[in-house]
């Protein structure tokens, strides 16, 4: 099967411009011969199918793929592709066969013409990509922002809710800096460096060390080195959230007329806002202070260790220098909370504005600043020595871990107050999501950069154990004691997640057995076969899972929060590492103390080096590549509100195709279309119709399967995708059908009441699989399809045409004369 021509890769072009509804906005070269497949001819010029032709008009069936991704030949079932409009990150195709079907509207009376929207490349298409797990900890914040409850009126503390989530975000960028200081700075140049025991066997390190004597051997000069590392860090994020800005929020949605707006603030649903898909200026904003919150810790760790020894040995000029540089820093410090603060998302209204005053001067500022704090450390100091570990690292992490939990719990009760304002009754965890889930990404981001911390103390310590030994002849102190500490809690953290899945398991296998009679039920005059039965029911128990997810995360988040508390305690009362703090207690307490520092050492490594290990290989391995891929599918279709540094939100240019590439057809052709999406492309599929002019959305079907937006967006997200969200966009179509399975474990019925006289939304279930035994239809064993394959099922196609013939036959005005009509338009792209 020959690959679909894709064109080269690379940031998305502002292709759409504001004009593309006009009858004449794709050229006549829309659809160059290079993009048919290999042997394909371009199609001859017609004349166009429009507003003022002739005869029938088309009916259009767009396909949406979901997670994982797909290529144009599955979707349409042929290996001859066209690609009608787009790039090769995002595009639309067409068998080759139906490039100019619009010219022909007589071959389609009795079918649609198929249209294969390719969205795969905007989260899994490059390998470098895979390396975005490594910021996971920022898309999971991210979600946080989106987690919110449903509210009504409460603007203030809805308000509230956001700015808690933007100031955790900010300490998961400032965690991230700090761990890399640590390394560099601290457990390398400082202490590693400044040790002959240490340096002594690291050859790369002789330069600077102090036997060597050299020009970088004293310890102001070591650490100002070494800040190059979390410094070139920092400019590294800002270059990736600069390149995919450019790429993804830069995507302009149709004008802001199109789509009305209430005046007061907002529209209901929130997706159908004119500025929901263009976050431009909010992620420039937090991407100015998130990169100046970078460089002011780079500069903190340089000048407070510095200005500590210029107040006890130093001269006047000295110590007003280190005193100047702390009050800048710490001013620099308010600032960027205080732009982190300032402003949220303007979704009620299109958004042009960038601030490009403080986009550019802020950042430039902290890095003016960790110039100078570079040059200050720098400065002659004779007889300086590097003794213990770096000052302010231990305060550091302890105020930064104190800081997330006070706002973890202060956001669990902001999102108490706007639940209890508005329940909605299957709104996960009681609105309580969004901070469970911040309270992840916290550990997450703990994990990662302790992970770090203690797999390089452990190897520049060689076989001592980084904390455990003491005096001059240790090569190495270690890292602070807290992130010792958060790492002993890992082992019974991990104790919770077994007991987790040792209950869910014993759960799914009595649910397994309790659905056996259901199944058989469902095949009558089938002879019973208990192996059959019992894969298709345990099946279905497996797929119900999703619906105990809120309560997994409940558990897991609280025992989370817990243990990081007993975790900042215990370093706050001990301040030494959990083996030495338990020496002279009784010997299980001693042993179970040094067995959990051990081992959470080694867990909390190895978690670090597996996402290093899974990101490696996904940038060789396509098809894991693909499976990397699925996780970003659903963690970034949400715009980026909370974290600047979060892997891009794809729906940001998805969405806006879909929605030019609706209206543009549909003005042009004044035909039918319904749009099909699966999986997370019935996702994409309701946002694009929420933001059609509400005259398009009248003359769209929307056929959904194996769509999780109740099961998943409506109970996660009940601000955007909640009953009356769902309720709303089936009022706005002109009809709507969901098909779903008891074996799909994502997807499942939206459950939206229709107004009388109207078709209900959810189908009943699709039964699955198709066959319980061999039948004529089915002569070999039928598959358990679960979540994919549902065109397979002969009711897709049915309900399909069912919604085709539901929409209104246009009535157009007939061409006077014999005038041809020239529209600029070679009908070999379909506009």
């Not at 998805?654 to 030019?660: K, N, S």
Request: aromatic letters at 8%.
């Amino acid at each position: 099967m020959p690959p679909a021509p894709t064109a080269p890769d690379g940031p998305a072009p502002d292709a759409l411009a504001p004009d593309a509804l006009a009858p004449d906005a794709l050229a006549p070269d829309a659809l160059a011969p290079d993009t048919l497949a290999p042997g394909a001819a371009a199609p001859e010029h017609r004349a166009p199918c429009g507003p003022d032709a002739e005869g029938p008009t088309p009916a259009l069936e767009l396909l949406v793929h979901g997670v994982g991704g797909a290529t144009p030949q599955d979707m349409l079932g042929d290996p001859r592709t066209v690609r009608i409009t787009g790039d090769g990150t995002a595009a639309v195709f067409r068998r080759g066969e139906d490039a100019d079907a619009e010219e022909r509207p007589a071959d389609y009376l009795d079918k649609p013409i198929p249209e294969a929207y390719v969205w795969s490349n905007l989260t899994s298409g490059n390998g470098i990509r895979a390396l975005w797990l490594l910021l996971l900890p920022f898309m999971v914040v991210n979600l946080a922002h989106w987690m919110r409850p449903t509210t009504h009126g409460r603007v203030r503390t809805t308000r509230l809710y956001g700015v808690l989530v933007r100031l955790v975000a900010l300490t998961l960028t400032v965690l991230l800096t700090a761990a890399a200081c640590e390394v560099a700075m601290d457990l390398t140049a400082w202490q590693c460096a400044g040790s002959v025991a240490c340096a002594g066997e690291k050859s790369w390190l002789g330069f600077l060390s102090p036997a060597g004597g050299g020009w970088w051997s004293p310890p102001g000069r070591r650490i100002a080195l070494a800040a190059l590392v979390p410094a070139a860090l920092t400019g590294l994020l800002w270059y990736l959230s600069h390149r995919t800005w450019s790429a993804y929020e830069s995507q302009q949605p149709l004008p802001a007329s199109a789509v009305p707006a209430d005046p007061e603030g907002g529209s209901d649903p929130a997706l159908g806002r004119p500025g929901f898909w263009y976050g431009r200026r909010l992620v420039a904003r937090l991407r100015a202070a998130h990169t100046a919150a970078g460089f002011l810790v780079v500069a903190a760790a340089l000048s407070v260790a510095t200005a500590r020894r210029d107040r006890a040995t130093g001269g006047p000029f000295l110590d007003a220098w280190g005193w100047a540089m702390q009050g800048a820093l710490l001013a620099g410090a308010v600032v960027v909370v205080w732009v982190v603060c300032r402003r949220g998302r303007s979704e009620s209204r299109f958004d042009l504005a960038l601030d490009r005053a403080l986009v550019t001067l802020l950042p430039a500022t902290a890095l003016a600043g960790l110039l100078l704090a570079v040059l200050y450390a720098g400065w002659s100091r004779p007889g300086w020595q590097s003794q213990g570990q770096l000052t302010g690292g231990a305060r550091a992490f302890g105020a930064l871990t104190l800081a997330q939990l006070l706002l973890v719990l202060c956001l669990a009760v902001v999102a108490y107050l706007l639940h209890r304002r508005a329940p909605v009754a299957r709104t996960a965890m009681r609105g309580l999501g969004g901070p469970a889930v911040a309270m992840l990404a916290c550990a997450l981001g703990g994990v990662m950069s302790g992970g770090v911390a203690q797999r390089v103390a452990d190897w520049l310590d060689g076989p001592a154990t980084p904390g455990m030994s003491t005096g001059p002849a240790a090569p190495l102190i270690g890292p602070p004691v807290l992130l010792t500490w958060q790492a002993s809690v890992i082992p019974p953290l991990l104790l919770v997640l077994v007991l987790l899945a040792v209950f869910y398991g014993v759960r799914t296998w009595r649910t397994r057995n309790a659905l056996t009679t259901r199944v058989e039920a469902e095949y009558p005059g089938e002879n019973p076969d208990p192996i059959r039965t019992g894969r298709i029911a345990l099946t279905r128990a497996a797929a119900d899972l999703t619906d105990h997810a809120p309560r997994m995360i409940a558990v897991l988040s609280g025992a989370t929060l817990v243990l990081g508390a007993v975790a900042l305690l215990g370093a706050f009362l001990y301040d030494e590492v959990p083996g030495r703090a338990a020496q002279g207690t009784p010997s299980p307490v001693e042993a179970v103390a040094h067995t959990s520092q051990a081992l959470g050492s080694w867990l909390i490594g190895f978690g670090f080096l597996l996402f290093v290990t899974w990101g490696r290989r996904a940038y060789r391995d396509p098809k894991a590549r693909r499976t990397i891929g699925i996780l970003w599918d659903v963690g970034t279709f949400w715009p980026r509100a909370a974290h600047p540094f979060a892997p891009p939100c794809y729906a940001e240019r998805a969405v806006p195709d879909l929605t030019w590439r609706m209206a543009t057809w549909t003005d042009r052709t004044r035909g039918r279309l319904v749009i099909s999406g699966h999986s997370q492309g019935s996702v994409l599929a309701a946002a694009a119709v929420w933001q059609l002019p509400q005259h398009t959305r009248r003359r769209v079907a929307l056929l959904t399967y194996g769509a999780p937006l109740e099961r998943l967006y409506g109970r996660w997200f009940p601000a955007y995708f909640g009953p009356s969200c769902l309720c709303a966009l089936h009022d706005e179509v002109a009809c709507w059908r969901n098909l779903w399975r008891h074996t799909d474990p994502i997807g499942g019925p939206v459950r939206v009441v229709p107004d009388e006289g109207r078709h209900p939304v959810d189908h009943d279930p699709l039964l699955d699989p198709l066959a319980y035994g061999r039948t004529r239809e089915q002569p070999l064993p039928a598959p358990v399809l679960g979540h994919s394959d549902y065109q397979a099922d002969p009711v897709f196609a049915a309900e399909r045409d069912r919604l085709l013939a539901q929409l209104p036959e246009p009535t157009l005005p007939r061409q006077q004369g014999n005038e041809a009509v020239d529209q600029g338009s070679s009908g070999r792209s379909s506009g």
